[in-house]
């Protein structure tokens, strides 16, 4: 059984809709008027939150993530920086994941620099900067031509790179991005920078990068043979085109994961909640995969893959093809367990919270996943 490091994820949905919101509703992305939003509840919501994320620190995880997102119900965390300041002044151990900031849908990415630089000081050096995309949808809500989406990751990338590591101020002259002085202040306490994780569906090209630059690469919402072939082809890369051994923890997955004394309850409790993730929340309607998101060969290659749309999927094709890990802790174990060997992967990105699933389920669920399932992956032993 390979060790494994866990960290605690939660997206912040708002799941106060009406009844017969994903029956109606086109998308849960881009268009669902903001009329629904009740500030007071999501006053309740956002404070709950935030709480579930620090308390994964007194149950022993070994960090926490948050991500960015905008105009949806499936996460309302448009800036992942607010939240993670918060968790700095919340948490004194604990490694703070940003997966991530989506750089192409910012016009200013120094102002990423210099944030990320500023909570790595606060925080005492436990930031984790995870870089994306963005979604296909945000692409339609911020007016971004997502044609120029994988050229402006990357040169916001390097930008940044380059503001943490060398000491400015310094031009940089971009396609997308001009400055006469870079010279942020603070610098980041984590030299050369803090750890980057690249999060994706598996694109070719984003594991290429990743690979490249010895990145930890995360693969989130697929079943694990999508994922394993994503893993074996950044192993394969990082051996033959780049000249060094994958460990494993260069490879996180992320899986919604329910536990509870029998494999029968767990699927009783935790069905509505994880259909109205992949039913509600993640109904990108037309809005998924703008024209010039996705390079002609990715396509191909999702295509190749055959996954069910997410709307489609049932609770049987969710637990059968490991999108979710659902369970006692014994079965959690022996699932997981495959996860890893399949996978070769080292970090567990998954959180307790997942739809719209009420407080009490996700006590439980954190409860029995912190001290049932986590303690047979932090020694390793047999194939580690």
């Not at 120029?148 to 000491?167: C, G, M, Q, V």
């Not at 029995?368 to 047979?376: G, Y």
């Amino acid at each position: 059984m390979r060790r494994l490091q866990f960290y605690y994820f939660h997206l912040m949905p708002y799941p106060e809709l009406p009844p017969d919101f994903g029956r109606k509703a086109e998308a849960a992305w881009v268009t669902p008027s903001n009329a629904l939003f009740d500030p007071e509840k999501g006053h309740a919501l956002y404070n709950r939150y935030l709480d579930e994320l620090v308390e994964a620190e007194r149950w022993g995880w070994d960090g926490i993530c948050v991500n960015e997102h905008h105009q949806n119900v499936y996460g309302t965390m448009p800036s992942p920086n607010l939240i993670a300041a918060m968790l700095t002044q919340r948490t004194q151990r604990c490694r703070i994941g940003i997966i991530g900031n989506a750089l192409p849908l910012h016009e200013n990415p120094l102002r990423v620099a210099e944030e990320i630089a500023m909570l790595d000081v606060i925080s005492g050096g436990r930031i984790i900067s995870g870089f994306v995309r963005g979604t296909g949808m945000e692409y339609y809500s911020y007016g971004v031509n997502p044609a120029h989406s994988r050229e402006r990751f990357y040169e916001a990338h390097d930008l940044i790179l380059k503001a943490w590591t060398e000491p400015g101020p310094f031009p940089f002259v971009g396609k997308h991005y001009r400055y006469r002085y870079v010279n942020p202040w603070p610098r980041p306490l984590q030299q050369p920078h803090p750890p980057i994780w690249l999060p994706g569906t598996g694109s070719l090209e984003t594991v290429s990068f990743a690979a490249e630059r010895r990145y930890p690469f995360m693969m989130v919402y697929s079943p694990v043979e999508q994922q394993r072939k994503a893993y074996d082809l950044y192993r394969r890369l990082a051996e033959e085109q780049f000249g060094y051994e994958a460990a494993p923890e260069q490879l996180a997955f992320c899986v919604p994961c329910y536990v509870a004394e029998t494999d029968e309850q767990a699927r009783r409790e935790a069905e509505p909640h994880l259909l109205w993730l992949f039913r509600v929340g993640l109904k990108y309607g037309p809005y998924g995969m703008p024209p010039g998101y996705v390079s002609e060969r990715s396509v191909r290659a999702m295509a190749l893959a055959g996954a069910k749309p997410f709307h489609q999927l049932t609770m049987d094709d969710l637990m059968n093809e490991g999108y979710v890990i659902v369970g006692s802790p014994d079965t959690v174990v022996e699932k997981l367990a495959h996860y890893t060997d399949r996978l070769h992967a080292g970090i567990m990105v998954s959180g307790a919270h997942w739809g719209d699933m009420p407080a009490d389920k996700v006590q439980r669920n954190m409860e029995l996943f912190a001290t049932r399932v986590m303690p047979h992956f932090r020694e390793a032993s047999g194939n580690a």
